[in-house]
């Protein structure tokens, strides 16, 4: 493949310098807290998050948008990120990447980014603690990032060929002019666009083709993973379709690992092969993109599943999720979807559940419905409780 | 293009409007002043030169309103300004004379103004948060203080008591005027103190300005992708203030004529040969036709500046030339 | 409709109390004046001493009274400016913007030709004409120098109007038949408050730097007392350079700190039309206890090194628990 061609020799002596800088940082796989994982799965995870909190402001006021939050995503893999707007989806990884911005503050657990150095080294970056400089050295040739609007991610008085070209110039010193030019073309035919866009600004691309300058800038460097934050949520339908298969078909040429944010979980089980759902901060179930869409076992997934027609296959009767996102400020006791659920116990009012690990079926759910871990997983449809959410909490415990 | 017709449009219009108060003005004001002028130099100067003054008004032949103001229009498009009435020349020989030394002041004053101003505010905007947020009073106080007082306080310490700079006048009696190093280096230091004294009352607009604009622009998503590149930080602030000093050139029409407000007055302090102190003497001394000779030349400056901000505008966004989406 | 409710920093408080100083000065400054500003009966010249606060003038007028009384004019012109300019701004600016159209051409067009014309020179122009009776007239001078000044803040507030003009409650008003004028004025206006107010606290920053400099060369009547005739004979009987800095510079002072009050005022405003301008929310003491630093970088979140505390809204409800 072409692409592989020019793939240039990373050992220049300002990656080198950095590497240095980076070593001195690495708490070498100090991931203490992860769930147990073999020397070999250890190897291949490019990310290992733990206990990750991440809190807006501090003192009285501060509301905490991520909580304690673990997962680790392998090379190669798609982990998909499901939840309502609100939840906390971009907050995880933007504080991830310490993107976040103020008053932003991460207020616990750790974030370890095992990169591929050049010679083959495997290197621990602790996120958590590493320096700006070596920051600034996994940003973009490690881990990139797309946003949901291109318009706003791009430059407004740049011209599309000055992204790459910037890109390129900082992260490839070695690379001439020529190969730069020749490298923007490769990477704008890779996301089907003529070169000639490159010549062009922001406000004259369409939504479309500026996405898909985005994700041709995302992948410039080969990063090891590539962060999608709703990428596709501003777009049409058609244009969202065609861009899921590309980002498929560019997955399986090149093999980075994805984190993909949407809050539309029927598109995630095309293209994620796991899933967690957040809600109110929280991961409230993990598995499979098939698990989870043959047998939800949160209600809120469940839910989810309803709420969007899926990209393709059968059709599911969209019923929503009544009520709304609840205010960080004054989260509910207990289950915090408990108000929303059809499913609540009384239980669920007072009692906050964990989020189980099922370590044989390899999936986890934070829901008093699945405490009995022997019992196979049942759907939460199937879960043998009628819905009654219009009973009061009181009642509903009596009548058990 | 569409944008640089209108813009052009505008000063034309602007242009006009200038000459049309500056007709109408001595002829509608109570009091009729023209006349009041004339009876008081009648006995004083020749009947030919008020004549001439008579003219310069446009008020040579007895004619209607109208007719007046063609032959204002006429003499105006032959660079007829009219005759000083105290000076004695025709204002546009007087004006030949001061304009190029307030254009120089002026113009470098302000470019350096905006450059240190704008690089300041960048710095500030980008470091907000920061111990230099306490540099915004000071700031602020030096934008408040009158152009005039604080080139007076400079003129005081600096040139008087301390001598460090020549002070008035634009260059030293001792040199002859000509294109040779020493008369040039020479106007270069008696300029110094006037640049310093107007680069200190305008430099805290453009800082505040821009550091506004740079505070807006860092919260955009653009600049967090610049951080998120792995850009150098030089390189990242780069791409908010590209962006942020867009308003600050487009907001440059209202600054050019309150910086020219402002330095006329400090040409008068620090006793600078440009149209300012012309302009006072002319007012002590109620010498319509040079005032109203001034009030046109600085407004036609003023025009011919925002058009060359406009034009660095266009260059610098691209927005405004392109409006299709394809 | 939106309230003022201006972020109370520092800054804007310290604004809030010079420029409130100072209108207190323009109502009793007169009254407490220890003698008459015209008044020529002490020796010329004297330096501050206890009887003479800042001394007197060369014909030996006292010149602490003199600034004293001066405020009045002053900030009487400045106030009448400010406040005609900014009728003036939010008629055009407004009926420009809810308008569009032809109307919006025209009043763009004139507000723009106001803002190229540099307002010094015709104000000079102008008040050249002006007979001298009307020359010592307070409310003569402010409307001049409104004329002079209106432009930028119709260009404002033209822009926030066509932001506003499809918005529900102006379609609502529309739709229930009201007329044009009071949507224009009773809807969109309060609305602008915000805009409003920092248009009027510019335009009074603008006037009182006209009035003065008009004062100064001798432009408006020197029986009238302000700050700018205070230099206006100081510098005529060559104050500053024969250091009689007692004399030219407390007005001078004067006019600065009214400026810097407004300027600081104007803050706050700009922080409460645009929200990114203020501050990120932590305060500096909180900073100092989670051990955050005292800005935070863009693109290095902070991690705080003592272990945050749970949340209040985390923490367990003592009415609910068992
Ligand atoms: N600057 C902020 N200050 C306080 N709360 C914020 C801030 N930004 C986001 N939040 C809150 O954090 C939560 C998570 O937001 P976000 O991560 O953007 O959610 P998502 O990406 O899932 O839509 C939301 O409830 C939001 O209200
Ligand atoms: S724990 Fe209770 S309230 Fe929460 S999702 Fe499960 S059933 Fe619903
Ligand atoms: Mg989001």
Partial sequence: MSYEGVRVDDASAQVSDVTANVTANVAVNATAGVEPASEFSKRLAVLDVTDFSVDYGVGDATVRAVNEVSFSLERSRVLGVAGESGSGKSTLVYALTRLLRAPGVISGGEAVLHVSREDGRVEALNMTTASEAALRSVRWSHVSIVLQSALNALNPVLRVRHEFDEVLKTHRREMSRAQRRARSAQLMALVGLNEDRLARYPHELSGGQRQRVMIALALALEPELVIMDEPTTALDVVTQREIINELNSLRSQFGFAMIFITHDLSLLVELADEIVVMYAGRIVERATAADLYATPMHPYTLGLLNSFPPLSGERRELTGIPGSPPDLSDLPSGCTFHPRCPYAMARCERETPELVVDERRGRSVACWLHVDHDSPPTPVELSGRRLRATVPVGAREEAQ | MRLVTRRLGLYAVTAWVAVTVNFLLPRLMPGNPIQTLIGKLTGQVTPGEIRAIRLSFGLGFHQGLIAQYFTYLTQLLHGNLGVSITLGATVSSILRQSVPWTVGLIGVSTIVSFAVGTFAGT????????????????????????????????????????????????????????????????????????????????????MLGMRNMMITMVGEDFVLMAVAKGLPRRRVIMHAARNAILPSIANLSLAIGLVVSGALLVELVFNYPGVGDLLLQAVLNEDYPLIQGIFLVITLTVLAANLIADVAYFALDPRTRTEVAT | MKTLRVPRSPKVVTGLAIVGFFIVLTVVGPWIAPDNPSSTAYPALLGPSAHHWLGTTSLGQDIFSQLLVGARATMVVAFVAGLVATL???????????????????????????????????????????????????????????????????????????????????????????????????????????????????????????????????????????????????????????????????????????????????????????????????????????????????????????????????????????
């Fill in chain 2, 123 to 206: 710095w500030l905007g980008w470091t907000r948060g920061s111990r230099l947020d306490s540099l915004i009073p000071t700031a602020t106080f030096f934008q408040a203080v009158p152009y005039f007082f604080l080139a007076t306080v400079m003129l005081l310490i600096f040139g008087s008591d301390l001598h460090w700079f020549p002070v008035l006048g634009a260059y030293s009696q001792n040199v002859t005027p000509g294109w040779n190093w020493t008369f040039v280096s020479n106007v270069i230091r008696y300029g110094e103190l006037p640049v310093i004294s107007i680069v200190l009352s305008s430099v805290a607009g453009w």
């Fill in chain 3, 88 to 322: 003036l701004s939010m008629t055009v600016g407004i009926a420009a913007g809810y308008l569009g159209g032809l109307p919006d051409e025209g009043l763009s067009m004139l507000s723009n030709v106001f803002l190229a014309i540099p307002g010094l020179p015709l104000l000079i122009v102008i008040d050249a004409y002006l007979p001298v009776n009307s020359r010592s007239n307070a409310f003569v001078i402010g409307l001049i120098i409104s004329l002079t000044g209106w432009a930028w803040g119709a260009r404002v507030l033209r822009a926030q109007t066509m932001s506003l003009r499809n918005r529900d409650f102006v379609e609502a008003a529309r739709i229930i038949g009201e007329k044009r004028y009071r949507i224009m004025f009773s809807e969109i206006a309060p609305n602008l408050l915000p805009v409003l107010a920092s248009s009027f606290l510019f335009t009074i920053l603008y006037s009182v730097g006209a009035y003065v400099t008009l004062a100064y060369i001798g432009l408006t009547s020197t029986s009238v007392w302000n700050w700018g005739t205070m230099l206006y004979w100081a510098q005529s009987n060559n104050a500053p350079l024969s250091n009689e800095w007692y004399w030219f510079v407390p007005p001078g002072i004067c006019i600065a700190l009214v400026g810097t009050g407004l300027a600081l005022v104007n803050f706050g405003i700009d922080e409460f039309i645009n929200p990114r301008l203020r501050a990120s929310g932590l305060s500096s003491k909180q900073r100092k206890e989670r051990g955050l630093a005292r800005r935070t970088r863009l693109g290095l979140t902070p991690v705080s090194v003592t272990r945050a505390p749970t949340p209040r809204s985390l923490q367990p409800n003592p009415g609910v628990a068992e």
